[in-house]
């Protein structure tokens, strides 16, 4: 696919800044310049004061194939979710609602994470986050940081296959601003996403 003078050009605009940007969303470095930015006090709170696991099962023989999230079927490097390639085992599962954030506990360092787009059911393999005293989104993105999934191997059980550890995961310290902050900040971040992605869809062209 051939592109014109302009999208050429705002291709190498946006690969020119895609270290930085890709440093700004996953680092804690540019979320904590936000926050310094934002001219409002931070407070520091454990995980667990702000979110809960969401332990609800259902019955795998209820679950359709198209709502059943797996770990293999979670990309790493944060890429989201593709569809399951089977229905779940028998058995019981982990219900999700949308707006809940997934995150694989086995091998954390492949940093697996998803923002639910909609209400499923996923593997007990995965940790399912819901929001309580924070907005959903402004969640995600704490968990998608780098210094999370360091923070889950740094705390993590097993060597060969690890597994993060649930009780140490709500220790973790999680940076608080009021609401209207963090809904601003994930404003920034997403719209930070969205370039990414286009430079990713940019560099497709280019390859083509």
């Not at 790493?76 to 506990?105: E, F, H, Q, W």
Request: hydrophobic share 35%; charged share 30%; glycine share 6%.
């Amino acid at each position: 696919m051939s592109l014109c003078s302009s999208e050429r050009a705002r291709m190498k605009r946006y690969m020119g800044n895609r270290q930085r940007i890709r440093r700004t969303i996953c680092q804690n470095d540019g979320r904590a310049r936000l926050l310094r930015n934002s001219g409002c006090p931070v407070e520091k709170q454990n995980l667990e004061s702000i979110c809960r696991y969401r332990n609800e099962a259902v019955f795998a023989r209820d679950v359709k194939c198209e709502e059943y999230i797996s770990t293999e079927s979670m990309v790493a490097n944060r890429g989201g979710i593709t569809p399951a390639s089977s229905d779940p085992s028998d058995g019981k599962v982990k219900r999700y609602r949308k707006d809940d954030v997934l995150v694989s506990n086995i091998r954390p360092y492949f940093k697996k994470i998803w923002h639910a787009s909609h209400d499923g059911a996923c593997s007990n393999d995965v940790l399912v986050f819901e929001a309580t005293k924070c907005d959903p989104s402004y969640l995600f993105w704490v968990l998608s940081s780098d210094a999370f999934f360091d923070y889950m191997m740094k705390t993590a059980k097993g060597t060969k296959m690890p597994r993060g550890d649930k009780k140490a995961i709500m220790g973790y310290q999680v940076g608080l601003p009021p609401v209207d902050q963090q809904k601003a900040i994930c404003e920034i971040l997403e719209s930070l996403q969205e370039k990414i992605a286009l430079n990713n869809q940019l560099n497709g062209y280019l390859a083509a």
